[in-house]
């Protein structure tokens, strides 16, 4: 058996999705960049589930570090370009013993980290990526805030990073967005806030998936919280986070036009 990097990944609310939004979320997971890193990363979907791991032995720290940082990447842009469909997941990256390979008539895969992996992912109460304790250590690219005591939850969402300030008053200057065009990055930031606090809001859904969406928003406070703050006592008008016309780039996300599609 070889220890790799295993990335686990579950789409929440398979079930309910119908044939046709199923089959566009499978071509939306076969374009993701990670495959051109390929022969590097492979990838296993299976029903609402996807595996990536590192098929390389990793000659130092700084090819160790990186691919910390693509497993990353590679959740972050499914989770921007699921944004618009409002279809979320949950994922954690976790290293241990996994192994894949093809025999005659089928593809065998297995080991302690899938197993691991399976079975901590449904003791969660958050979407999102949540990362490994052993491996936050070496994770210089993304943020982690510690969720329990065998995972970090990762701030996948850098461009919410580059605007949340503990210590500055909301509306911020338009000057720190406009002249970048950063507006329509985001957006989609502005949209997914939109959206957790809707469906941990919403008293049809049933508590335990409710508990997911506010465990997620309460993640995401740890490092956003006055922007987030501001956002949700406005009503969750973007002018509120910074002072300037929204109205066409929060009209793109989820569109061919938006930066995400």
């Not at 160790?64 to 990353?72: D, F, H, L, P, Q």
């Not at 993304?142 to 461009?159: A, L, S």
């Amino acid at each position: 058996m070889s220890e790799r990097f295993l990335l686990y990944l579950d789409i929440l609310g398979f079930s309910d999705l119908k044939k046709s939004e199923i089959r566009t979320l499978y071509k939306t997971i076969d374009k993701l960049n990670v495959f051109s890193h390929a022969p590097y990363f492979k990838s296993i979907v299976f029903s609402d589930t996807i595996l990536v791991y590192n098929s390389n032995k990793f000659r130092n720290i700084r090819e160790r570090n990186s691919a910390i940082m693509w497993m990353c990447e590679f959740a972050q842009d499914l989770f921007y370009r699921l944004i618009g469909k409002d279809i979320h997941f949950r994922a954690l990256l976790t290293v241990g013993d996994f192994e894949h390979y093809k025999l005659k008539n089928i593809e065998a895969f297995f080991g302690e980290a899938l197993a691991a992996a399976h079975k901590h992912e449904k003791e969660i109460s958050c979407t999102g990526l949540l990362m490994d304790n052993r491996l936050a250590g070496y994770s210089d690219i993304f943020k982690t805030t510690p969720y329990d005591d065998k995972y970090h939850f990762v701030h996948i969402m850098q461009t919410l990073g580059t605007i949340s300030f503990l210590e500055a008053e909301y509306p911020i200057s338009s000057e720190l967005i406009l002249p970048m065009g950063t507006e329509f990055l985001h957006a989609y930031d502005l949209k997914y806030l939109q959206n957790i606090h809707r469906h941990m809001t919403n008293i049809n859904l049933h508590p335990r998936i409710r508990a997911k969406y506010m465990g997620t928003w309460q993640m995401l406070r740890s490092i956003s919280a006055p922007l987030m703050d501001a956002f949700e006592r406005s009503g969750f008008n973007p002018r509120s986070v910074c002072d300037f016309d929204w109205s066409e780039a929060m009209s793109r996300v989820g569109t061919p036009r938006g930066f995400h599609g």
